[in-house]
């Protein structure tokens, strides 16, 4: 086992954290609850109904992309862990990346008109490559500093809610402006519904990349002053690619690491497969007017509240490991059970009252409990920190909230291709209004949707109990740690 090394020490007391140092911390996810959001629920959607790409090839640029942050994540949050520069390791990146995330958000719902499928398959793939890696220069190192800031077990909960409170808050209130005020505005005589004019969506890139940049400069100055506070970098040496690869194979050959990045990446699919799917499911299954569906993306701010409260809660009376087992088996068992209904013919038929209010109760519960498992999975992670500093020596939250930054991205990656697939499977018809969609194609969206997602939840609950740290544990790294500075 290696001696920790002196930047464990901080460079001077740590002052508790305040309401605001919290919310501007959180304040900083709304850059990538945007981005995330917009891809989620509308880039299938925009690309393959509005635009006329083959969905497939949608799912695979997408799921392309995710080779180059197979690499590209962990080297920026290994170079965060180790940068040396008077505004500390994580703020650099944060103040660089505003400008090129935000433009080439506004660049992706902009597509060149008239071009070929190869033509707009390339310019996809080349979006969602820069897209994502400059997000990854913001959000990563943003991230990190969630331990940096506090090492309380139960504290890092508390902070990360703010984190998720923003970022579901920050992207749903997108939504929520294209189906109350966009989508509703921008039909025509030969468009009836704003969902599928491409001029709703270059609204969406405009507004989006200008609330990114608002978000990403907010949090980076309202933590500034935090810096004097933060964990130092490693002493100054040599870094070669080797070093950089063993290092980074170190850090994450952590066995409770291992366990929860590969129920995270789990998860990540099946939420990327339900996000991709839900306006369909609300256009095609339900018969959602665009009203009734931006009624329904409402109740995320509910969600978000109802999660973000409970995740400390669930952290201080359950721990945050059998808390997420608990929280996740109901959410995820409870999350396609209107389909399934539906499905089993079980429901009353579309239109009706009931349908619209069942399903927006029951998506404001799942949601919540999801979104306080998130919580509590994120903070897992925070966890690791001071276990992998006992074992290798060294503060690596870049390396590890890289893989978290990964993992979210992944829900457009393969979760956007699974659903693409279904689509396929289904024989789904492209770019096809409601009227136009046979009762039989949306009968089996549904029936191949359930299994296929619930399969991929319970695997991700299963594998998730071979995370090791609990509050004892942590307390007990703390504690040699201290000793060794000591």
């Not at 978000?304 to 068992?333: C, D, N």
């Not at 998730?464 to 004892?472: E, F, M, P, T, W």
Request: charge should be positive; proline fraction near 5%; charged fraction near 15%.
């Amino acid at each position: 086992m290696s001696s920790p090394s002196s930047q464990s020490a901080p460079a001077a007391p740590v002052p508790p954290l305040t309401l605001g140092l919290k919310s501007a911390y959180g304040f900083g996810s709304v850059a990538y609850g945007v981005k995330n959001n917009g891809f989620d629920y509308f880039l299938l959607l925009f690309y393959s109904q509005v635009i006329g790409l083959d969905a497939r090839l949608v799912g695979i640029a997408i799921t392309t992309a995710l080779v180059f942050d197979a690499i590209s994540d962990p080297i920026i949050g290994y170079w965060s862990d180790n940068l040396r520069s008077r505004w500390g390791r994580r703020h650099p990146f944060m103040y660089i990346a505003a400008v090129p995330v935000a433009l080439s958000y506004f660049l992706m719902w902009n597509p060149p008109a008239d071009w070929s499928q190869t033509g707009l398959f390339w310019y996809l793939l080349v979006m969602a490559v820069s897209i994502r890696t400059f997000i990854t220069l913001y959000e990563t190192p943003s991230s990190a500093l969630a331990p940096e800031l506090t090492d309380h077990y139960d504290e890092r909960s508390s902070l990360l809610s703010f984190r998720y409170y923003f970022g579901w808050t920050g992207g749903n209130s997108m939504t929520v402006m294209m189906f109350f005020f966009i989508f509703p505005a921008l039909a025509t005589a030969t468009i009836a519904d704003g969902r599928f004019n491409r001029d709703s969506y270059e609204i969406l890139g405009i507004v989006g990349s200008a609330l990114i940049f608002i978000s990403i400069m907010v949090s980076a100055a309202g933590t500034h002053k935090r810096i004097p506070h933060l964990k130092q970098p490693p002493p100054a040496r040599a870094i070669t690619p080797k070093l950089i690869f063993r290092e980074i194979f170190e850090t994450l050959a952590n066995r409770s690491f291992i366990a929860l990045f590969i129920a995270s990446l789990l998860g990540a699919i099946a939420t990327g497969l339900a996000a991709a799917l839900a306006f369909y499911f609300y256009t095609y299954f339900w018969e959602f007017t665009s009203i009734q569906t931006g009624i329904i993306t409402t109740g995320v701010f509910l969600a978000a509240v109802m999660g973000s409260v409970m995740a400390p809660y669930v952290s201080r009376k359950l721990g945050k490991k059998k808390g997420a087992i608990i929280i996740g088996l109901v959410a995820f068992l409870g999350a396609p059970m209107p389909i399934l209904l539906r499905v089993l013919g079980l429901l009353p038929e579309n239109g009706t009252p009931f349908v619209f209010w069942f399903v927006f109760i029951t998506g404001v519960i799942d949601v919540g409990l999801i979104i306080c498992y998130q919580i509590l999975s994120s903070s897992m992670i925070a966890d690791l920190v001071e276990q992998s500093e006992l074992e290798t020596g060294r503060r690596s939250e870049g390396v590890f909230f890289s893989t978290v930054t990964f993992i979210r991205k992944s829900v457009q990656g393969f979760g956007l291709i699974l659903a693409s697939f279904v689509l396929y499977v289904a024989q789904f018809p492209a770019g096809a209004t409601v009227d136009q969609v046979s009762a039989e194609a949306v009968w089996r969206l549904g029936a191949y949707y359930v299994p296929t997602i619930l399969v991929l939840w319970m695997a991700m609950i299963a594998v998730i109990s071979g995370y090791k740290v609990d509050r004892a544990t942590h307390e007990d790294n703390l504690r040699k740690l201290a000793e060794g500075r000591s």
